[in-house]
């Protein structure tokens, strides 16, 4: 019995060594998830629920910022629309160009490095830079775009000037800079296994049902993850619209303590990542600006959520 005992606490001793090392190994990690995610995100909802101004002490005010936001700020539901509208027309666009890009560029047998560093060259430029040089391309006024359009006897779109065509400029905007999907997408098709290429064409598929049935379930974990991260990233959509819109609107050399009104034109480039700006750093009020990111991280984990369930039809699961 002793001996049993003895053994007992041996093993229990072990497991807690073991359990300590293990602890150890993962200390930086929890350190890290603690201190730049779950603190914020605790801080986040504690100001939601305040009145903070980032210069006075914090007082409680309930459902307060919450009801501001969601009943009487003007500009937060066209935020949400414009930022949802960006999520799906956005990110599905540049999924499919990017795929399309990159079939293409593996079918070219000669050429084939002149074309991928045109298509990647782009997704370098700064963001900044890249809208500018947007804004005066798509400028309704001067800009070579419309020109061209009107030698063709085409209609000429008012582009960032022009509430209904403001989003779709964005869009060609990024899929100009497209490179980054390119070049992920380039990489897992050269990984399709080419026998089952070779074994569908004896079974007669064509281009379409080789694509279908070979290419898109060998890549479609690369999709999905080219959905997911462009989902995150569009839900942070901040520089490039907010840009586009103070260069259409004439205000982009404001004067510094200029509050600027982000949006323009009518409210349709705004996104909730430029209310959380306008609302924390240029209304100092904390605690509104809370609401709209939780609603922000709501969004992005919904999702992610959706999009990461095995039966989405991305991923193809096997038996």
């Known amino acids: ?31 890290g998830f603690s201190v730049f995610f779950v603190y914020p995100l605790l801080s986040t909802v504690y100001f939601s629920f305040m009145k903070y101004d980032g210069f006075k002490p ?52 000669t050429g084939a490095g002149v074309f991928r560093t045109f298509f990647y060259l782009p997704y370098l430029a700064p963001p900044v830079a890249a809208t500018l040089a947007f804004a005066f391309l798509l400028n309704p006024g001067t800009g070579p775009v419309n020109q061209v359009l009107g030698d063709l006897g085409l209609p000429q779109p008012g582009w960032f000037n022009d509430p209904t065509w403001s989003k779709p400029a964005l869009t060609l905007l990024a899929l100009w800079g497209i490179g980054d999907l390119m070049v992920i997408f380039m990489a897992a098709l050269l990984d399709v296994p080419k026998e089952q290429y070779e074994a569908a064409e004896l079974d ?31 839900m942070q959509y901040y520089t490039q619209p907010l840009i586009a819109g ?22 349709s480039t705004l996104t909730l990542p430029q209310l959380i700006y306008s609302l924390g750093f240029q209304r100092f009020d904390t605690g509104s600006a809370c609401v709209v990111a939780l609603v922000l991280f709501a969004l992005s984990m919904a999702f992610t959520a959706l999009l990461m369930r095995r039966r989405g039809g991305l991923i193809t699961v096997e038996d």
């Not at 002793?2 to 190994?25: D, Y």
């Not at 281009?207 to 569009?234: C, E």
């Not at 103070?246 to 409210?267: F, L, R």
């Open 1 to 31: 019995m002793t001996i049993l005992h003895g053994h007992s606490a041996a093993l229990r001793t072990k497991r807690r060594r073991e359990g300590l090392r293990t602890l150890a190994f993962l200390s930086p990690w929890l350190i």
């Open 246 to 267: 103070k260069t259409a609107s004439g205000v982009i050399g404001a004067g510094a303590g200029q509050i600027y009104e982000p949006g323009y034109p009518g409210k």
């Open 204 to 234: 007669g598929a064509g281009s379409w049902k080789r694509f279908r049935y070979v290419t898109l379930p060998n890549i479609s974990p690369i999709v999905l993850f080219a959905v997911v991260t462009g989902v995150i990233q569009t």
């Open 58 to 109: 914090p007082t409680f005010n309930g459902l307060t910022n919450w009801t501001y936001v969601f009943s009487q700020y003007p500009f937060f539901w066209a935020a949400m629309r414009n930022t949802l509208w960006l999520v799906v027309v956005m990110v599905a666009a540049r999924v499919v160009f990017g795929l399309g890009v990159g079939l293409l560029i593996t079918k070219i047998k």
